[in-house]
C-alpha cells in the first residue's frame, strides 16, 4: 500500500483529494500555523506536524521515517523550491513523482532559456543597455532581478533615459549593486496565457489539462483606475505578486500549436535532462496580436494556478469522462504505474 503526500501549500488540497479519490492514503506535512486550515478536510488521512518548510524540519528523522514506513511518494511543488535549495531537494530521502532534476533548470535562468529555444519556443529578446534606445525609437524593456520570486522588484522602463532613473533607485536602495543584478528583456506586449500539461511516461503522450491566467496585483489593479490617476499612484514599484488564477480558454485554432509546444518540450527534457520529463509542467507566456506565443517562464511540476480545476477543466474533459485534476491525474499515473510494475518510470 502506497501513499502520497506533499506540503501543506501551493495545490496541497488538490494533489491530495485527487490521491484520495485514486485509493491511496494521504499524509500532509503542514507548518504549525496552517493546521486549522488543514485538518478541516476528511481526505486528508495524516498531518504531520513540522515548525516550517525548511529542509531540516522536512526532513528531520522522525517525519522521513514516518513517510518511509507509509510507503510513501512525495509529489513537489512550488512551495518545494520556495523553501528550499534545488541540491536540498535532490537529497531528499524519499521517491519524488517527477523529474527533480528538471528543478534545477527551472531555477536557473540560463539554462531555462537553454531548453526552451531548444524546443523551439520563442522566448522574448535579451536586452543590453544600448538596445534601450535604438536607432527607430525607445525600446520597452524589463528589468528582472536574478532570483527574484513573483516578479519582485521587477520593474518597466522605456528606453536608456528611464531605466537609469529606476536603476539608480535601486542602487541607492542597495537592493542591486551593480548591473550584472539585472537582466532586461524585451517586454512582450500580449495577453498572458499558462498552459498546464501533463507528460505520461506510461503513454508516451501529452495532456493538456487546463488553462489559466494570473491575477496579479499591481500590475492587475492598475488597468482599473484612469491614466490620470495612474500617474500619481506610486507605481515605480510596481508588483506582480499573484493573488489567484482566472480560467481562460483558447481560440481553438491556437490548441494544435500549444500541443506541439508541449511535445517540442518534453522531446528537449530527453535531450538535454537527466530523467525524462515526469507528469505536470506548465510553459508561461504571452500571445501578441499575431496569435504568437512567446514564453518567459517554464514551471516542471504541477502549477498552482491548476487548482482552478479540482473538478477537471474543459481540457480535461475532452480527455476523460470524468473529474481529472492535474492532482488526481498525478495519482491515476502513480495507481497505472504500480500495476504495470512501472513506478521506476514516474518515480525519481
Ligand atoms: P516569476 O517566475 O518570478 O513569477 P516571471 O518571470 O514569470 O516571474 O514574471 C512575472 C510576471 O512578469 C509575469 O507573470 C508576466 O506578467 C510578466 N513578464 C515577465 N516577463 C515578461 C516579458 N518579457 N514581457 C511581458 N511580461 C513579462
Known amino acids: 500500500m502506497y501513499s502520497i503526500s506533499t506540503l501543506g501549500s501551493h495545490c496541497a488540497l488538490q494533489v491530495l483529494k485527487g490521491a484520495k479519490d485514486e485509493g491511496f492514503k494521504t499524509m500532509l506535512i503542514c507548518e504549525e500555523r496552517r493546521i486549522n486550515l488543514y485538518k ?18 522536512v526532513c528531520s528523522e522522525p517525519v522521513i521515517n514516518e513517510l518511509k514506513d507509509n510507503n510513501c511518494i512525495l509529489v513537489p511543488h512550488g512551495t518545494f523550491i520556495a523553501s528550499m535549495s534545488v541540491e536540498q531537494i535532490e537529497r531528499i530521502d524519499i521517491p519524488f513523482f517527477g523529474n527533480r532534476y528538471i528543478l534545477r533548470w527551472e531555477a536557473d535562468r540560463t539554462l531555462k532559456e537553454r531548453l526552451m529555444v531548444d524546443a523551439g519556443i520563442r522566448v522574448p529578446r535579451t536586452l543590453t543597455l544600448d538596445d534601450l534606445d535604438n536607432g527607430k525609437g525607445k525600446v520597452l524593456a524589463i528589468a528582472k ?20 532613473q529606476q536603476y539608480n533607485r535601486l542602487l541607492s536602495k542597495g537592493i542591486v549593486n551593480s548591473m550584472d543584478d539585472l537582466y532586461l528583456q524585451e517586454y512582450v506586449i500580449g495577453v498572458p496565457v499558462y498552459l498546464q500539461y501533463f507528460y505520461s511516461p506510461l503513454s ?35 508588483t506582480y505578486t499573484v493573488i489567484g488564477n482566472s480560467p481562460l480558454v483558447l481560440r481553438e485554432s491556437l490548441l494544435d500549436e500549444a500541443y506541439k509546444m508541449g511535445e517540442r518540450f518534453v522531446d528537449s527534457v530527453k535531450r538535454l535532462v537527466k530523467y ?13 496580436r499575431d496569435g504568437n506565443f ?16 479540482i473538478n477537471g477543466s474543459p481540457y480535461s474533459y475532452l480527455l476523460y469522462d470524468e473529474p481529472m485534476s492535474t492532482g488526481r491525474r498525478i495519482a491515476r499515473e502513480i495507481k497505472l504505474a504500480i500495476e504495470s510494475n512501472e513506478l521506476d518510470k514516474v518515480l525519481t
Request: negative net charge.
Open 40 to 57: 478541516r478536510f476528511r481526505f486528508i488521512d495524516r498531518l504531520i506536524m513540522v515548525k516550517d518548510y525548511k529542509y531540516e524540519h
Open 145 to 164: 532581478l536574478h532570483g527574484a520570486a513573483g516578479g519582485k522588484g521587477y520593474f518597466l522602463a522605456s528606453g536608456k533615459e528611464q531605466f537609469m
Open 204 to 238: 508516451k503522450q501529452v495532456e493538456l489539462l487546463g488553462i489559466d491566467r494570473r491575477y496579479e496585483s499591481d500590475v492587475d489593479a492598475i488597468s482599473r483606475i484612469p491614466a490620470i490617476h495612474q500617474a500619481y499612484a506610486r507605481l515605480e514599484d510596481i
Open 276 to 288: 525524462d520529463m515526469i507528469g505536470p509542467f506548465c510553459i508561461e507566456g504571452v500571445y501578441d
Open 294 to 309: 512567446i514564453a518567459f517562464e517554464f514551471s516542471a511540476r504541477i502549477v498552482a494556478g491548476t487548482n482552478l480545476y
